[in-house]
């Protein structure tokens, strides 16, 4: 069984930065296509940012840029999810997930994602 971990999470104070990371055992994430997703209490998963096989990203929520910055380290297998000037309104479980299809960008769709990892609680709170 393919598994994705994520790890990071936790409280932080309004303006605070984390960092999310996202590992694999079992597979190289870098054959795949990575997105960050979230999920609000009572609201439907939403496309963060997500990076391609290349490289590329591709940010899905207005609400992140220029905060947000995703990245892929192919030498720890692992892909970041750095979060700087965090707000309350980013509360929510985010998860990662891969897309192993053959689409040489990445989708902001979940349904388009084959594997999710059990999630981390990001609470944003003063």
């Known amino acids: 069984q393919l598994q994705l971990v994520e790890s990071g999470g936790g409280l932080v104070q309004p303006g605070g930065s984390l960092r999310l990371s996202c590992a694999a055992s079992?597979?190289?994430?870098?054959?795949?296509?990575i997105g960050w997703f979230r999920q609000a209490p009572g609201k439907e998963r939403e496309g963060v940012l997500c990076i391609s096989r290349s490289g590329g990203s591709t940010n899905y929520a207005d609400s992140v840029k220029g905060r947000f910055t995703i990245s892929r380290d192919n030498a720890e297998n692992t892909v970041y999810l750095q979060m700087n000037s965090l707000k309350p309104e980013d509360t929510a479980v985010y998860y990662c997930?891969?897309?192993?299809?053959?689409?040489?960008?990445?989708?902001?769709?979940?349904?388009?994602?084959?594997?999710w990892g059990q999630g981390t609680q990001v609470t944003v709170s003063s």
């Open positions: 997930a891969a897309d192993k299809s053959a689409r040489n960008y990445c989708s902001g769709y979940p349904r388009n994602y084959d594997h």
């Open positions: 079992r597979f190289t994430l870098a054959y795949y296509n």
